[in-house]
């Protein structure tokens, strides 16, 4: 938003600046609007906090929040870490197929000493994405991950709850193959079982 630039610029001429914390929920994948550079704004503020969404690494990511790409992010986190008042937090969302690699996002926050703090939600609706209804071989594969993690308790739990009375799996990638199919084309055609492959088993093709 052009204006919030705006604000900010009057905010730093006006001396406030230097008093305020900031705080940011955002994919970073950019941080140029136009003629603006958010890092330039970066050293006039007291804090600034940015929480990164991030659902996976590398291709895993860049599936799920398709229009995105983590080699992009990876290198914003680096810039804005620059700076001495900025705090680094990641933020991610569970679903299916998202828990299937979800760890190596617990991998790569534990093996970085600048990142504060990692949080997740889990996906209630549409509750077809839920975690506990994936596959339970696949579950049995990727509970002991999450297991060394003693934070990730409730991912556990989540995944050795049973699938919800109405779950239909095929419905879920079905609807995740719709959304491949509306990409198809573009730099950021990918298909499901091509990141995901394990799925692909337990997927029933209609074969009428």
Same mark, same amino acid.
Request: charged share 25%; hydrophobic share 35%.
């Given at each position: 938003?052009?204006?919030?630039?705006?604000?900010?610029?009057?905010?730093?001429?006006?001396?406030?600046?230097?008093?305020? $914390? =900031? @705080?940011?929920?955002?994919? !970073?994948?950019?941080? #140029?609007?136009?003629?603006?550079?958010?890092?330039?704004? /970066? +050293?006039?503020?007291?804090?600034?906090?940015?929480?990164?969404?991030?659902?996976?690494?590398?291709?895993?990511?860049?599936?799920?929040?398709?229009?995105?790409?983590?080699?992009?992010?990876?290198?914003?986190?680096?810039?804005?870490?620059?700076?001495?008042?900025?705090?680094?937090?990641?933020?991610?969302?569970?679903?299916?197929?998202?828990?299937?690699?979800?760890?190596?996002?617990?991998?790569?926050?534990?093996?970085?000493?600048?990142?504060?703090?990692?949080?997740?939600? $889990? =996906? @209630?609706?549409?509750?077809? !994405?839920?975690?506990? #209804?994936?596959?339970?071989?696949?579950?049995?594969?990727? /509970? +002991?991950?999450?297991?060394?993690?003693?934070?990730?308790?409730?991912?556990?739990?989540?995944?050795?709850?049973?699938?919800?009375?109405?779950?239909?799996?095929?419905?879920?990638?079905?609807?995740?193959?719709?959304?491949?199919?509306?990409?198809?084309?573009?730099?950021?055609?990918?298909?499901?079982?091509?990141?995901?492959?394990?799925?692909?088993?337990?997927?029933?093709?209609?074969?009428?």
């Amino acid at each position: 938003m052009k204006q919030y630039y705006t604000l900010l610029d009057k905010l730093i001429s006006c001396g406030e600046s230097k008093n305020i $914390m =900031i @705080k940011y929920q955002t994919n !970073l994948t950019k941080l #140029n609007n136009g003629k603006h550079n958010f890092l330039n704004y /970066i +050293p006039h503020f007291k804090e600034v906090t940015v929480v990164v969404s991030i659902d996976g690494i590398g291709i895993y990511n860049d599936y799920i929040r398709r229009r995105s790409k983590f080699s992009e992010i990876e290198t914003n986190i680096e810039k804005v870490l620059q700076f001495d008042n900025v705090c680094v937090d990641i933020n991610g969302t569970l679903s299916v197929p998202g828990v299937l690699r979800y760890h190596e996002v617990l991998e790569y926050f534990e093996k970085h000493p600048k990142l504060n703090s990692i949080n997740w939600w $889990m =996906i @209630k609706d549409p509750k077809q !994405l839920r975690i506990n #209804n994936l596959p339970w071989p696949l579950k049995q594969k990727i /509970i +002991p991950y999450y297991e060394k993690y003693p934070a990730a308790i409730d991912i556990v739990n989540a995944l050795k709850l049973p699938p919800e009375n109405d779950a239909n799996f095929n419905e879920v990638c079905n609807y995740l193959l719709l959304t491949d199919e509306s990409y198809r084309g573009t730099k950021w055609e990918m298909h499901l079982f091509d990141v995901f492959p394990e799925l692909e088993e337990f997927y029933e093709r209609d074969t009428k």
